[in-house]
């Protein structure tokens, strides 16, 4: 799954946390990357989870 509108080339990680993004107007995420889940993410958000011990390559 991906919810990143971008050409730049993807990478797959797993969440060991969790990251909300685009605040809504009350201040909850609208869109949040769940601990134990998949994703398809660009790869420089995937080096940026990755560094802070937010996911791992798979």
Same mark, same amino acid.
Request: aromatic share 6%; no cysteine.
């Given at each position: 799954?991906?919810?990143f509108n971008t050409n730049e080339p993807t990478a797959s990680i797993r969440m060991i946390g969790w990251m909300g993004?685009?605040?809504t107007d009350n201040g909850t995420p609208s869109?949040?990357?769940q601990n %134990?889940?998949?994703y398809e993410v660009p790869q420089s958000e995937a080096e940026w989870l990755i560094?802070? %011990?937010l996911a791992v390559r798979v």
């Open positions: 799954m991906t919810i993004y685009s605040p869109r949040t990357l %134990g889940e998949a560094g802070a %011990g």
